[in-house]
């Protein structure tokens, strides 16, 4: 399974795009990127996934390297709603999903 | 659809005793996880099912831990006896399957004094 590396917290202005890292640089081909938030100690919640290719919702936006060894979580206009921590993980090994250690995002006016 | 359900949202218990969560998956979906949160360990997985069969187990603490899924619409997770290092929010997902994404519930925040 891959390990994942993402900063701890960061900080963003509300109304301007948040991008949040993830290093995964063990990956393999069929583990996919995925991204979940969650605000207190509620269920986390799904944003978005992908293999290899980019991928765009109503929510956010996933940047994946072409060497899929990093990936970037776009929010492309921050509200104060979104402070939350983020977390990407990987599926593998059969379907299990495994997270790495979240980043706190901290939306401020 | 009303999610993945699981009650209880809280359990007080002293140690020793026997706790027992509970879980509804989404009907359709045919896997199904555990998981436990606490800040020095973040989302760790415990167990997971696949079409009601335990298929990775390795993530359960200890023998005190067991889990079961005796049908597609219901697991429980088990401690007995419990601790109070068992502290934490457990929570379960369940999915269709890795491209389909994985629908997690509310939790169930268990203290064990």
């Known amino acids: 399974d891959a390990k994942t590396t993402q900063p701890t917290s960061m900080d963003c202005a509300e109304g301007r795009a948040a991008n949040l890292p993830c290093n995964h640089s063990?990956?393999?081909?069929?583990?996919?990127v995925y991204w979940y938030r969650q605000i207190h100690s509620q269920g986390p919640q799904y944003i978005i996934h992908?293999?290899?290719n980019n991928e765009t919702n109503e929510m956010a936006s996933l940047i994946i390297t072409e060497d899929r060894k990093s990936s970037t979580l776009i929010l492309p206009h921050a509200t104060l709603r979104d402070t939350a921590v983020y977390y990407c993980?990987?599926?593998?090994?059969?379907?299990?999903?495994?997270f790495g250690t979240g980043t706190q995002l901290k939306v401020e006016l | 659809d009303a999610g993945v359900i699981q009650s209880p949202r809280h359990e007080v218990t002293e140690m020793g005793q026997e706790v027992t969560l509970r879980c509804k998956p989404i009907?359709?979906?045919?896997?199904l996880f555990w998981y436990r949160q606490t800040m020095m360990r973040g989302l760790e997985l415990l167990i997971y099912?696949?079409?009601?069969?335990?298929?990775?187990d390795s993530g359960m603490p200890e023998d005190r831990f067991s889990a079961k899924m005796p049908n597609a619409s219901f697991s429980t997770l088990k401690i007995q006896p419990s601790e109070p290092r068992d502290s934490a929010v457990y929570f379960c997902?369940?999915?269709?399957?890795?491209?389909?994404?994985?629908?997690f519930g509310s939790g169930t925040r268990l203290t064990v004094v």
């Open positions: 992908g293999l290899k």
């Open positions: 993980a990987f599926t593998g090994g059969g379907n299990k999903l495994t």
């Open positions: 063990t990956i393999s081909g069929n583990e996919y």
């Open positions: 099912f696949n079409n009601n069969v335990p298929i990775d």
């Open positions: 997902a369940s999915s269709f399957g890795q491209n389909y994404g994985y629908t």
């Open positions: 009907s359709g979906h045919n896997s």
